[in-house]
């Protein structure tokens, strides 16, 4: 297994990644290649941010950006780097003021629901 697709379980889960490899079609499948070679085996496996930092990094990009869909990927993958659920708070609080409010109110119930789900927080 490469570093890129070892470090990509880990963070994102083998049940996501599983999922990912099953959708995955010619038309698809050099993307799954470069963002495993890229993003996790490139950028992710750094040694100069740890995985906490790269959650918190990650998390704001995607407020940022209005990709809600990755974010509650990432929100599982940031509790899976270590983060807590008032960490995680934190940083959307933070983004409220970079990304702006619309954005990080997107972003606080698309995290509250995901980490009622995986019964990090019960309310």
């Known amino acids: 297994m490469s570093d890129g697709m070892r470090v990509r379980r880990e963070v994102l ?6 999922r990912a490899e099953e959708r995955t079609t ?10 495993t ?3 996790w085996g ?10 906490r930092t790269r959650s918190c990094i990650t998390l704001t990009a995607l407020v940022a950006g209005g990709h809600l869909d990755e974010l509650a990927l990432h929100v ?3 509790v899976r780097n270590g983060l807590s659920a008032d960490e995680i708070k934190e940083v959307l609080l933070q983004s409220a003021v970079y990304c702006g409010v619309p954005a990080a109110n997107s972003a606080f119930a698309v995290a509250q629901r995901v980490l009622i789900e ?3 927080v019960t309310d």
């Open 26 to 35: 010619d038309f698809t499948a050099d993307f799954q290649d470069f963002i």
């Open 42 to 51: 490139e950028i992710w496996t750094r040694p100069l941010l740890d995985r």
């Open 13 to 18: 889960g083998d049940a996501h990644v599983d």
């Open 118 to 120: 995986d019964g990090v």
């Open 37 to 39: 070679r890229y993003a």
């Open 76 to 78: 599982r993958a940031a």
